[in-house]
């Protein structure tokens, strides 16, 4: 009998721990974020690197839309590939082949950050995106990292950058005086994003 | 009797004292199983926040042949102009000889640079007339910005090898001339220009090649 009460004793309080963690682990109490959104243009560039030259390409017709809601960030960002200028017309022109310009002609990006939740004081803070490039008609993954400032109005000031590869879109590395570009290209950018009623925003 | 009811309580209970906790954990993992799968779904890109489509255009199977036969023929283009270069470079080198071996103090007079000048001439001419076919002649499936640049430098340095190279060859015809009806000052003032012209073509060559570089 004594046996059972010392088993009882220890029992109930490791029962009575079993329901707690299982009460833990369900899903977030919290109730959903109100959704709130930006919206912006700014500019974005790519860096190719050649053996006997670096050549940098600048639009300055990136649109950008960002998301925040109780499920994180999602983050829109496009700009067409036409409007990406080296300083070379004829170059600007060898890209639009290379990138099948006439059949895609924007370059896409979509980026998620999951749990992310947006601070309710202006200051710096860092985001990383699991993201998703379209280009040339091929989607590839990406990482991107930004650094943004929140503005005491709300709005955005936003820095991104990552690394990617011309051959996950299947591109043809553009030769010069008959050796190939690097694989690899650099991305960076900037845009001021504003703002805006998400609810407004929906109905538009 | 209390012995068989005890011993089936003590078997109730130690179900139960497994059982719940390993609900609980299996509940855990169901839950950290949807949690992945919720994931998975929130890797799902398939969102458009410009609601306005941005889809792929219709392929254009004309524009897409015209944009691989413009790389080919500038692939071409790049190899032959590399070639005209090399080509050119030679035949100032055999011309230099020859006019040293004409006009120098040391010369010989023997002429013996004069055929592989002369063959070296007409190859590179040969090489820069293709290079520039390869260039005039490829489709241009995307309009270009106009503007000056690095493409603006390369075209004016062509074309001024172009006139470079016409005059070398009227004046290695001069010269020839001159050499032949035994007209020595002519021939020396000839080809001292053909010379000079001979270097300034090469120099427009190699500026059209390196504008690429900037």
Redesign the interface.
């Known amino acids: 009998?004594k046996r059972?009460i010392a088993?009882?004793a220890l029992?109930f309080p490791?029962?009575a721990?079993?329901?707690d963690?299982?009460a833990q682990?369900?899903?977030p109490s919290a109730e959903p974020a109100e959704a709130r959104?930006w919206q912006g243009v700014g500019t974005v560039e790519y860096v190719v690197v050649h053996p006997?030259?670096t050549v940098t390409g600048i639009s300055r017709q990136a649109?950008i839309?960002?998301?925040a809601d109780g499920?994180?960030l999602?983050?829109?960002g496009?700009a067409p590939v036409r409007s990406f200028?080296s300083?070379?017309?004829?170059?600007?022109?060898?890209m639009?082949?290379v990138v099948?310009?006439?059949?895609?002609?924007?370059v896409?990006l979509?980026g998620?950050a999951?749990g992310f939740r947006v601070p309710a004081a202006p200051g710096s803070f860092d985001v990383q995106l699991?993201?998703?490039v379209q280009l040339a008609?091929v989607?590839a993954p990406a990482r991107l990292s930004a650094q943004v400032e929140q503005l005491p109005n709300g709005d955005w000031k936003v820095r991104f950058a990552f690394d990617h590869r011309l051959s996950a879109h299947s591109i043809?590395r553009p030769?010069?005086?008959?050796v190939p570009v690097e694989d690899a290209v650099s991305i960076r950018g900037e845009a001021l994003l504003e703002a805006v009623d998400a609810k407004n925003d929906a109905k538009n | 009797m209390r012995a068989p009811i005890f011993r089936r309580l003590g078997a109730l209970f130690a179900a139960a004292l497994f059982a719940l906790p390993a609900r609980g954990l299996a509940r855990e993992s169901a839950e950290a199983a949807a949690t992945d799968r919720e994931s998975e779904t929130n890797l799902d890109f398939d969102f458009d926040l410009f609601g306005d489509g941005t889809k792929r255009s219709e392929e254009d199977p004309a524009l897409a042949g015209r944009a691989r036969l413009r790389r080919g023929m500038l692939q071409a283009h790049q190899i032959a102009g590399l070639t005209t270069l090399g080509l050119m470079a030679t035949t100032v080198v055999l011309g230099q000889l020859n006019f040293d071996d004409h006009f120098s103090a040391s010369g010989a007079g023997s002429g013996a640079y004069s055929t592989p000048h002369r063959i070296a001439a007409y190859s590179t001419a040969a090489a820069f007339a293709v290079t520039g076919g390869l260039a005039l002649l490829a489709p241009v499936p995307y309009e270009k910005a106009p503007g000056f640049d690095a493409g603006t430098v390369h075209k004016l340095a062509a074309f001024g090898a172009v006139a470079g190279m016409a005059g070398q060859v009227a004046l290695g015809m001069i010269a020839g001339d001159a050499l032949r009806s035994g007209q020595a000052r002519r021939f020396e003032s000839v080809a001292d220009l053909h010379r000079f012209t001979g270097y300034a073509t090469l120099t427009l060559l190699a500026t059209a090649a390196a504008a690429w570089l900037f």
Do not use: F, Y
Not at chain 1, 87 to 92: F, L, Q, S, V, Y
Not at chain 1, 100 to 106: D, E, I, K, S, T
């Open positions: 009998m059972w088993v009882l029992g490791l029962l721990l079993g329901e963690e299982a682990s369900g899903p959104s006997l030259h649109e839309r960002a998301v499920a994180g999602k983050v829109m496009r200028d300083g070379n017309a004829n170059r600007d022109a060898h639009l082949e099948r310009a006439a059949q895609n002609p924007l896409i979509r998620l999951r699991e993201s998703e008609g989607a043809e030769k010069l005086l008959l």
